[in-house]
């Protein structure tokens, strides 16, 4: 059954996360929220702009040659560079209209305010925020190693020690973010980017929301999923490292532990909670995956009384030095193959459609965005 699952469900994963980068992801109706906040960041001199085949979006500045390599459900993300000095960036252009359309609004705000506040080596930097009366604009550094999606579907899965070298990083970024008071709440493969050296950066920051209490909304890929958030129990930190139990698992099997045809399938399973392990799995990851794939959040490893240390004294990071982690000193067991600053071939490109089309929105729409 496993080798089944290894072999035709994986594919069938991978299907499904394509096409939920075209039409959008099935989850249920997200809440509605309009509040506008956060001013821009880190202001450069704004000599950016697109130009996509014969589709162009004027930003203050010079033109400079682009083309999509990444896309969702109401926007793209472009190569672009600022010709004076030469550096190439990444700008995320979201379409109003959808934005609103989707009840994203204050997702949008979301992942402006946190990336505002954060400043780690694996985590995405955001420098410049804009907008004009059809779309909303981010510019971020350019990570040209590419999703680590790509890599783990290329080899199927990763060895136990590759996989513990990116748990790693990616704890220490979540324990970074928890610090922050900010939940991350999208972790999965394909928002794990992997820059020049190899080094991971997490990226995505739309469902990411700064934590007062607990959040109800339901967002993120159904596969992973924590039972709290299915539940609409409200949910906090703890959505992270049942997450992280999720990437593991799906890191050295090539497949992740909940899997179904049907999103509805795979919430039953998650409630359920039973984990067929890959015989080739060692015994130390399973008894953490275990630890972190607890349904009663109050006994998930990571969200007890000594929050990520707990992850980090598991017997599965006995040889990692923790020190060593955020100063980037541990080697990686992928160094992606780039030929300069602005290559794009370690991402997939995507064909354009008709998604820039969209008319002006009335001015009572950019009120929302006024502080863009």
Avoid at 28 to 56: R, T, V
Avoid at 155 to 182: N, P, Q
Wanted: net charge positive; with cysteine.
């Amino acid at each position: 059954m496993l080798l089944h699952v290894g072999v035709w469900g994986v594919w069938v994963c991978y299907l499904q996360r394509l096409i939920c980068r075209y039409y959008g992801q099935f989850v249920p109706k997200l809440k509605n929220h309009s509040e506008a906040d956060g001013s821009l960041c880190l202001p450069l001199s704004p000599s950016f702009s697109l130009c996509n085949f014969c589709i162009q979006w004027k930003i203050p500045g010079e033109l400079s040659e682009s083309f999509a390599w990444g896309t969702g459900t109401f926007g793209r993300v472009h190569l672009v560079k600022e010709k004076t000095a030469k550096h190439f960036f990444a700008l995320k252009v979201m379409s109003i209209p959808d934005v609103i359309r989707l009840k994203q609004e204050q997702h949008v705000h979301n992942e402006k305010s946190v990336l505002k506040e954060v400043s780690h080596p694996f985590l995405i930097r955001l420098f410049w925020t804009w907008h004009d009366e059809r779309f909303l604009y981010m510019l971020m550094e350019y990570v040209p190693g590419g999703e680590l999606f790509s890599y783990l579907r290329n080899r199927g899965r990763f060895s136990s020690t590759t996989g513990l070298f990116y748990s790693a990083e990616i704890i220490c970024a979540i324990e970074y973010l928890h610090s922050k008071e900010i939940v991350y709440r999208d972790l999965k493969p394909e928002n794990i980017l992997l820059d020049r050296d190899g080094h991971i950066k997490l990226t995505d920051f739309g469902f990411a929301k700064k934590l007062v209490d607990r959040t109800w909304t339901l967002c993120g890929t159904p596969e992973y999923l924590a039972p709290e958030v299915i539940q609409s129990k409200g949910h906090g930190r703890a959505v992270d490292w049942w997450a992280l139990g999720i990437l593991i698992f799906e890191m050295l099997s090539g497949f992740p532990p909940f899997f179904d045809d049907n999103p509805f399938g795979i919430y039953q399973k998650i409630l359920a909670g039973k984990i067929d392990f890959p015989r080739h799995l060692e015994f130390h990851v399973k008894d953490l995956i275990k630890k972190l794939l607890v349904v009663d959040r109050t006994r998930r490893l990571g969200n007890m009384k000594n929050g990520a240390n707990d992850v980090k004294r598991h017997r599965w990071f006995h040889s990692v030095d923790w020190e060593a982690v955020p100063q980037r000193k541990l080697k990686p067991p992928i160094v992606p193959k780039i030929a300069g600053d602005g290559d794009t071939s370690n991402f997939e490109t995507y064909p354009e459609n008709d998604w820039d089309t969209a008319a002006p929105v009335p001015q009572k729409d950019l009120e929302i965005f006024k502080n863009f």
